[in-house]
């Protein structure tokens, strides 16, 4: 039974399984199943094999149910397997990594027989396991639907076997020879090519890292979150509970998908908290003579799920964009259809702070007194199909200036729709509808204001530098251009999904284009830091377009290493003196949907060692048709120059 209904929310967070440590005497695999569904767990995390059995010519694998005892439908949506705990393939003795090869391709190609959606690999017990992931990735290679999830502690975990030795010599070194668990992942995934297949469980204990290096795990594939009891506390009343920074842990897991499989002994022999979260339930049937041992820590973990916020309208509508490329608009080169118009326009926000920009610019352009006898020339350019007509309008009568309004749009469907709008609103006396390009449009008289809406998730990106050093020709000498300035920012992240979604398209192309995404799965590394920005009007001869940036991001110094797939872009425009508009995560305007950040992608992920400092250059390269982005990676390694001469992604002029 779901932990709780969260609105709008169908990600498998809501689901708990529980780790089965043996079968009580007398019961087998179907019995304890069928305790754990009836006690309200979704599933169970269970051996597939007798745990000791080893591998002998001619044995049967002593299997702990067959596919006749539960049916299809019970093993693939109730059983996670879990790979014998035994195996060790990176042991000395050689009878030992052979046995573990052995059992471990056995177990695998019973789970998939038994079509399991995922078993749990065992923790690798060396820091080096290269033969493991070795025959993880053979196997990888021919799995199907079924995934693998490599249990991993969370925590700077405790020296491994073959680090022991070394520790006992240097007790000094003990801080520094700790293995970090993420370090594990990174190497095993490297070497398993970072195939989708392979994800990660993490055993959640007492202790846990700084938040920091925490946070490194929303952009990695983590499937569950194995809740040890002894991570749990006891309250006043002497139920179970888990502390502050454990909560705030499993609210990040419950928001990014990621399952709950309690584990361990019970430590809280506790009755039915009365009226609780699961006990509550109508259709509830829990017998309390064979209550589950951790059911109390399954009630508490309800009661964290379901008492999170209810996800706001806007993420809710958002929802299934999460993680989702697309690639960026062109409205110059393309011409937008009325439903991309349409989504455009609900965003009330955007429109609202273009209306408090002009507002402002007209009393500062027509003092009071001058208001009878003066009328502002505003010219709307990529007016689209009217809304920063109406804004501007609007913006007249609230301050109660004059305004002569031209809309200067180069799509000749959307002026139609202008048109329309302009009869139906009567504004023909206060609205002018030109269809042309604003770059060569020859206007008849000059603006006091200029106000434009040619903004990508990257700032500069849809080509509003260019269009409007074509528009600004028509600009009084002191006229005012709203926005008045863009700057982009960029960050680096780890996001391991799109890594592999932009994989699966198997060429280089996909992964030198920038890619519009509303980013859910990533661990952002480094505070954003600024790339390029451009002013308007801007009279200067000779204004040049090109740009080139070099940054420097620092990663926080208790994070770990971290592996970067890419950075994430946003802009932030000031529309007119204090009035700004953005999506610069600091700085963002609030409930405003409009834009997704963009995503710029690395060829080969780039490893960033514990603080090391990671240097990243922009380029923006301008030609005669066409616009375009190179980037690249210098240290701590340098990667390929990506998309030189916008071979692969560029904007049209
Ligand atoms: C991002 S849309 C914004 C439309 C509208 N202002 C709004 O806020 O809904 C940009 C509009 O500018 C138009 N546009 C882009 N470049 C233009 C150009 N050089 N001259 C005229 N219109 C242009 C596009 O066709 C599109 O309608």
Redesign the pocket.
Known sequence: MPLGQRAGDKSDSRYCGVEVLDFPAGEGLPAVLNHSLASSFDFILAPLVDPNYRPTPGAVLPVSASDLVLGPAQWSNHVVGKISEWIDLDAEDEQLRLDSELTLKQEIAWASHLSLQACVLPAPRRSSCGNYARVVNQILQGLTNMHLWLRLPLEKSEPMDDDLDKLKHNNNALQNEMVDSWELWNSFRLLCDHSSQLCVALDISSTLPSINSLGRWFGEPVRAAILQTNAFLTNGRGYPCLSKRHQKLLTGFFNHSVQVILSGRSNHNVPPVSGGVLLGDENHTEDASVRHALSPYLEYTAYLYRRMDPLPEQERFEINYRDFLQSPLQ??MD??EAQT?ET??KDVVKYTQYQRAVAKALVDRVPDDAVSTTRTVLM??????G??VRASLQAAEETGRKLKVYA????PN?VITLHSLIKLEGWESLVTVIS????CWDAPEKADILVS??LGSFGDN?LSPE?LD?AQRFLKPDGISIPSSYTSFIQPITASKLHNDIKAHKDIAHFETAYVVKLHRIATLAPPQQVFTFTHPDFSPNVSNQRYTKLQFEMPPDMGSCLVHGFAGYFDSVLYKDVHLGIEPNTATPNMFSWFPIFFPLRKPIYVPDRSPIEVHFWRCCAPTKVWYEWAVTAPTPSPIHNSNGRSYWVGL
Do not use: W
């Open positions: 409205p110059l011409n937008l118009y455009f326009e709307v350019v990529g007016a689209g199909r809304p920063l200067v749009e180069k799509n959307a042309s390009d604003m770059r809406e040619l849809e269009c074509g």
